[in-house]
């Protein structure tokens, strides 16, 4: 069996008045399969059974609201393929860019910057 990181996009529905924003996270679950097409499968079970409003008690900014599954956008291998992750194992990555040296240190130093996020 290998370790997948999965990367699951879960959106914020609002249930009263109008949608005028889209607040999303990107949740990274750790899925262990013997495939990717199980790994899929698994991560897909998995999130889907965060959907919902907590029984009606779920509010987002004092809005009643409900957690929508938005998609896996990725499944990345875990560097240690064939082991049970363990302190220090990498689990995900994210790839960048940005056009220039100046937008590189403004994202070093945590400033507001344009990035192409593969």
């Not at 990181?5 to 009263?16: D, L, R, S």
């Not at 956008?73 to 220090?88: F, I, K, M, S």
Request: charged fraction near 30%; hydrophobic fraction near 40%.
């Amino acid at each position: 069996m290998a370790w997948y990181a999965a990367h699951v996009v879960m959106g914020i529905q609002f249930k009263e008045g109008q949608q005028d924003k889209y607040p999303f996270w990107e949740n990274i679950i750790l899925i262990q399969a013997d495939t990717v097409d199980e790994a899929f499968e698994k991560t897909e079970r998995r999130a889907r059974a965060d959907e919902g409003d907590s029984q009606g008690t779920f509010t987002h900014e004092g809005r009643p609201a409900r957690w929508v599954f938005g998609g896996i956008r990725r499944l990345v291998a875990c560097v240690d393929y064939d082991e049970r992750p363990t302190d220090g194992t990498e689990i995900s990555y994210s790839e960048m860019e940005v056009a220039t040296e100046a937008d590189w240190l403004k994202v070093i130093n945590g400033e507001a910057v344009t990035v192409w996020y593969g």
